[in-house]
């Protein structure tokens, strides 16, 4: 039963069979490239932005010192995100 369970979830998970015959390994270098690929997307959205917003800003001087796209604002201050919220 828990056989046919776990191939049930997995129709669920990959309707179309395309990870049916992948190995675990296969499985987590497909995570870590998808990981990485996100990663890179959002780092190069974090860069436009900021290129916009100093852009549409050109007489206002920022500044950049400790900014980072890791960080999140959290009570007026620069946090480290809490778990869980990534």
């Given at each position: 039963?828990e056989?046919?369970?776990?191939?049930?979830?997995?129709?669920?998970?990959?309707?179309?069979?395309?990870?049916?015959?992948?190995?675990?390994a296969?499985?987590?270098?497909?995570?870590?490239?998808?990981?990485?690929?996100?990663?890179?997307?959002?780092?190069?959205?974090?860069r436009?932005?900021?290129?916009?917003?100093?852009?549409?800003?050109?007489?206002?001087?920022?500044?950049?010192?400790?900014?980072?796209?890791?960080?999140?604002?959290?009570?007026?201050?620069?946090?480290?995100?809490?778990?869980?919220?990534?």
């Amino acid at each position: 039963a828990e056989v046919t369970l776990i191939a049930e979830e997995e129709r669920k998970s990959d309707p179309a069979g395309i990870y049916a015959d992948f190995s675990r390994a296969d499985l987590v270098k497909t995570v870590l490239d998808w990981q990485g690929s996100v990663v890179e997307v959002s780092s190069s959205h974090f860069r436009n932005a900021i290129a916009q917003i100093q852009l549409l800003n050109p007489d206002v001087e920022f500044n950049l010192e400790g900014l980072d796209k890791e960080k999140e604002v959290r009570d007026g201050r620069m946090a480290t995100p809490l778990e869980g919220d990534n």
